[in-house]
């Protein structure tokens, strides 16, 4: 039938192989034993791309627009919050001193808050369609707008952020705690674990599969550097590849 179709081509697999089961809220290997494989994971997100597009070029402007929000708060609130002062200076030149105020602090602290919830829904939201994808369901435009597990996905978001700020106090630091734990969202999204869980199951995953773990990393980020060209262009093409790849990844080295 098409519906069977349609789920046997969840994940690439080999001639005579038994098709991948049903959608499951676990991570689970590839069932077929085929190990993970950089070309398959391209050849597999393009083709999941081709089928899909609407839904995740569609999802990926209105999410990138969204980050905008929180940054358009914190600055347009402090800056029409805060205290100008007009002096004159030397040679008749006119001076403008601007000071916070607590209202302006308050905006800033709100428009942090804001963009870090609107982050997290993006995450949850959007990787949740491609683990629709993934488990070779139907999508639709709503699937990449519909966050799931929505309060592990911020925790997760605040804990890394923090992470990796910390960690940047070293210069390698930060980059070792983002390639430590990049598979954290897909897993809390994936599993429906909690974020310490999803964190120590991303670590352990990318340790036991290093070398195919920085391999994919590096090709990743250069994917990503690619998209950001031309003032960010190519992001909504690149952007839903790179997710696509990462949950591959995901599913074929756990």
Same mark, same amino acid.
């Given at each position: 039938?098409?519906?069977?179709?349609?789920?046997?081509?969840?994940?690439?697999?080999?001639?005579?192989?038994?098709?991948?089961?049903?959608?499951?809220?676990?991570?689970?290997?590839? $069932?077929?034993?085929v190990p993970f494989?950089?070309?398959?994971?391209?050849? =597999?997100?393009?083709?999941?791309?081709?089928?899909?597009?609407?839904?995740?070029?569609?999802?990926?402007?209105?999410?990138?627009?969204?980050?905008?929000?929180?940054?358009?708060?914190?600055?347009?609130?402090?800056?029409?919050?805060?205290?100008?002062?007009?002096? @004159?200076?030397?040679?008749?030149?006119?001076?403008?001193?601007?000071?916070?105020?607590?209202?302006?602090?308050?905006?800033?602290?709100?428009?942090?808050?804001?963009?870090?919830?609107?982050?997290?829904?993006?995450?949850?939201?959007?990787?949740?369609?491609?683990?629709? @994808?993934?488990?070779?369901?139907?999508?639709? @435009?709503?699937?990449?707008?519909?966050?799931?597990?929505?309060?592990?996905?911020?925790?997760?978001?605040?804990?890394?952020?923090?992470?990796?700020?910390?960690?940047?106090?070293? @210069?390698?630091?930060?980059?070792?705690?983002?390639?430590?734990?990049?598979?954290?969202? $897909?897993?809390?999204?994936?599993?429906?674990?909690?974020?310490?869980?999803?964190?120590?199951?991303?670590?352990?995953?990318?340790?036991?599969?290093?070398?195919?773990?920085?391999?994919?990393?590096?090709?990743?980020?250069?994917? =990503?550097?690619?998209?950001?060209?031309?003032?960010?262009?190519?992001i909504i093409?690149?952007?839903?590849?790179?997710?696509?790849?990462?949950?591959?990844?995901?599913?074929?080295?756990?």
């Open positions: 039938s098409d519906e069977t179709s349609h789920r046997s081509d969840a994940y690439p697999v080999h001639v005579g192989a038994s098709p991948p089961q049903p959608v499951s809220s676990a991570v689970h290997a590839d $069932p077929n034993g494989n950089i070309g398959a994971a391209f050849t =597999w997100a393009l083709s999941k791309f081709s089928s899909n597009a609407v839904g995740l070029v569609g999802g990926a402007v209105v999410h990138t627009l969204l980050q905008a929000v929180g940054p358009a708060v914190a600055i347009g609130g402090a800056f029409a919050l805060s205290q100008r002062t007009t002096t @004159i200076g030397r040679a008749g030149v006119e001076v403008v001193e601007v000071s916070l105020t607590p209202g302006s602090i308050v905006a800033i602290v709100l428009g942090v808050l804001v963009a870090l919830a609107l982050l997290a829904y993006s995450l949850s939201a959007y990787i949740g369609g491609v683990v629709d @994808i993934a488990n070779g369901a139907l999508t639709s @435009i709503g699937s990449f707008f519909t966050p799931r597990r929505y309060g592990s996905v911020v925790a997760a978001t605040l804990i890394l952020l923090v992470a990796v700020a910390i960690g940047s106090i070293v @210069i390698v630091g930060g980059v070792i705690v983002v390639f430590l734990f990049w598979f954290t969202i $897909p897993i809390i999204v994936d599993r429906g674990v909690g974020p310490l869980v999803a964190m120590k199951a991303s670590a352990a995953l990318v340790r036991a599969n290093l070398g195919e773990s920085l391999v994919t990393a590096l090709l990743l980020g250069m994917v =990503w550097i690619v998209g950001n060209s031309v003032c960010g262009l190519f093409v690149t952007g839903p590849i790179v997710t696509l790849i990462a949950l591959f990844a995901l599913r074929r080295l756990a």
